[in-house]
Each structure stands twice: as C-alpha cells, then as structure tokens.
C-alpha cells in the first residue's frame, strides 16, 4: 500500500507539487483568518453588550424619566436617537405608541409635551418605514 502511494507521488509530481503547496497556503491562510473572526466575533458580541446598556439607559432611565432628571428637551433627544438602534424597532414602536397615548391624555394640562408627542411621531414614521 505504502508503495503504491509513493509510486503515485513520483509518477505525478507536478500534482504532488501543487497539492501540497495549497495545503500549505490554506492552513497560512486559515491561520490568519481564524484569530481575525475571533476578533471580530468578539467585538461583535461587546458591541451588541454596548447597544443593549445604551438601549435599557435610554428608555428606561431618561425618556420614562422615573428619576425626574432628564428634562423635556433631554426626553425628545432620547427619542431622537431611538432611531439608531434598528434592533429594538419592534418594542420601541410599542413603547412610543403607548407612551404617545398617555401624555396625548395630558395635554390640556401639559401643553409642552405636544413637542415630545411630535417627536415621538417622527421616530414612529422612521421605525413605520423599516419595520413592517
């Protein structure tokens, strides 16, 4: 059997040749490309940690504004940005749509608002138009 296998090797070396220098430049590149998707699967994985925190933060603590901190004009920025987290379009259209209902209830009261109500508008035509 051995035999055989050499007697084929001397009988075709050019293949031989080519064969083992593709081997040889597959593994190379297989060792470049390897450690370079680890890389970017990892950072992939970090941003995605990222945009959940930022996302949470954002609705959660400065447009439900639970703490009393973030004011009108910070609320209508937050709601501005919501746009770029194109993850999150489904339960953001949910959101805004109730949110939208509950302050439209205190306008008489809070007439300022109509400028979030707007805004909140706007980011729902952006979402409408990619999320269907």
Known sequence: ???ELIGWVNANKDFADIAIK?????VAILGV?????????????????LNLVNFHEKM???FSNQQGSAGLEE????????????KYFP???????EAQNRLRGKLT?????KMLI????????VINKKVR
């Open 75 to 86: 609320q209508v920025a937050v709601v501005f940005e919501l746009r770029n987290y194109p």
């Open 22 to 26: 593709g081997v040889v430049a597959l």
């Open 91 to 97: 339960v953001t259209k949910r959101i805004l749509t």
């Open 118 to 125: 707007d805004e909140m508008d706007l980011t729902l035509g």
């Open 1 to 3: 059997m051995m035999t």
């Open 60 to 62: 959660l603590g400065k």
């Open 33 to 49: 490309v390897f450690p370079v998707w680890r890389y970017l699967n990892a950072k992939s994985k970090e941003q995605n940690q």
């Open 109 to 113: 009261e809070r007439p300022e608002l």
